[in-house]
């Protein structure tokens, strides 16, 4: 059969008006059940972070293994199903460790009787010289019971990158000449940071820096000094006790995640899914019934 033969396949104005017509509500209604349900998620996100729900900023897919102050071996993924707060410190400069040892005695005491929760120092410096009998005296200092609370040395550099790459905690500042004197060799930050019983990390990055709680205050301090006014402001009464307002927010979040009944998996995107599915579905089902026809 030669091309000039060929007889143009017949139109169905109303065919096609139908199909647009489908597709247009089938992609309205889809994308309206979508934003709704994303708004019904957001709710209930926000109801869940007012009870204590924290975000989730990474996960540890990679284990650190370490020498605990008892000088025996261990890894944090032996921590798997506990919720534990971790935190650098340095073991020779016993003022660096101030503000650390103090939040984590107070959760110690908070958290005496429940058997799901943990605590971990990581020394920042180098286990030939300071290595675990050090870690030993410092953890008999403040009361740490090995089965409750590590204190753990490892390889220097190692230990730093996991901190900062997995943990997130932040860099540790190496003072020299002069600012030795003032400062201490070295400057870790007084961060603690959540880890649930899935390894994941909770809390936003800046989240229980007490070095930025107690900025905040002194900032505070200044400016309502500066302009007393300030004080009248609902907020001032929040950033002059910075600190506090970390610790109650921390006791929150680990109340909540060791009670969270939110199972380890990724978001849900069935709604999205089966819109998606249901638009292919019909462009596939109008595209036989549009065969047919041509070849009837």
Same mark, same amino acid.
């Given at each position: 059969?030669?091309?000039?033969?060929?007889?143009?396949?017949?139109?169905?104005?109303?065919?096609?008006?139908?199909?647009?017509?489908?597709?247009?509500?089938?992609?309205?209604?889809?994308?309206?059940?979508?934003?709704?349900?994303?708004?019904?998620?957001?709710k209930e996100k926000m109801v869940e972070v007012e009870k204590g729900r924290s975000p989730i900023i990474g996960r540890l897919t990679s284990n650190f293994k370490?020498?605990?102050?008892?000088?025996?071996?261990?890894d944090l993924f032996q921590l798997e199903g506990k919720l534990w707060v971790v935190a650098p410190i340095v073991a020779s400069q016993p003022e660096e460790n101030e503000v650390v040892f103090r939040e984590m005695k107070r959760l110690a005491d908070h958290y005496k009787d429940e058997e799901r929760f943990h605590l971990v120092c990581l020394s920042v410096e180098d286990p030939n010289k300071v290595g675990y009998e050090k870690l030993a005296e410092v953890a008999d200092k403040v009361g740490a019971d090995i089965d409750r609370w590590w204190f753990l040395a490892a390889d220097q550099k190692e230990i730093r990158g996991y901190m900062k790459d997995n943990l997130k905690i932040g860099l540790v500042t190496e003072h020299k000449g002069d600012d030795i004197q003032k400062y201490g060799k070295l400057d870790v930050p007084a961060k603690l940071r959540i880890v649930d019983q899935s390894r994941r990390l909770r809390g936003k990055v800046e989240h229980y820096d007490f070095d930025i709680a107690k900025n905040i205050e002194l900032r505070t301090r200044d400016e309502i000094a500066k302009d007393p006014e300030l004080a009248k402001r609902p907020e001032?009464?929040? $950033?002059?006790?910075?600190?506090? *307002?970390?610790? =109650?927010?921390?006791?929150?979040?680990?109340? $909540?995640?060791?009670?969270?009944? *939110?199972?380890? =998996?990724?978001?849900?995107?069935?709604?999205?899914?089966?819109?998606v599915?249901?638009?292919?579905l019909f462009i596939i089902i109008q595209g036989i019934r549009l065969r047919k026809r041509v070849n009837g």
């Amino acid at each position: 059969m030669k091309a000039t033969e060929l007889e143009p396949a017949e139109r169905d104005p109303k065919a096609i008006r139908r199909t647009v017509i489908i597709l247009i509500i089938l992609m309205i209604g889809g994308g309206s059940l979508i934003w709704w349900k994303y708004q019904q998620s957001e709710k209930e996100k926000m109801v869940e972070v007012e009870k204590g729900r924290s975000p989730i900023i990474g996960r540890l897919t990679s284990n650190f293994k370490a020498i605990a102050q008892d000088g025996k071996a261990r890894d944090l993924f032996q921590l798997e199903g506990k919720l534990w707060v971790v935190a650098p410190i340095v073991a020779s400069q016993p003022e660096e460790n101030e503000v650390v040892f103090r939040e984590m005695k107070r959760l110690a005491d908070h958290y005496k009787d429940e058997e799901r929760f943990h605590l971990v120092c990581l020394s920042v410096e180098d286990p030939n010289k300071v290595g675990y009998e050090k870690l030993a005296e410092v953890a008999d200092k403040v009361g740490a019971d090995i089965d409750r609370w590590w204190f753990l040395a490892a390889d220097q550099k190692e230990i730093r990158g996991y901190m900062k790459d997995n943990l997130k905690i932040g860099l540790v500042t190496e003072h020299k000449g002069d600012d030795i004197q003032k400062y201490g060799k070295l400057d870790v930050p007084a961060k603690l940071r959540i880890v649930d019983q899935s390894r994941r990390l909770r809390g936003k990055v800046e989240h229980y820096d007490f070095d930025i709680a107690k900025n905040i205050e002194l900032r505070t301090r200044d400016e309502i000094a500066k302009d007393p006014e300030l004080a009248k402001r609902p907020e001032s009464a929040v $950033y002059l006790n910075m600190t506090q *307002e970390f610790q =109650k927010r921390m006791v929150k979040v680990i109340d $909540y995640t060791l009670e969270e009944k *939110e199972s380890d =998996k990724d978001p849900d995107y069935k709604t999205a899914l089966l819109v998606v599915i249901a638009i292919v579905l019909f462009i596939i089902i109008q595209g036989i019934r549009l065969r047919k026809r041509v070849n009837g």
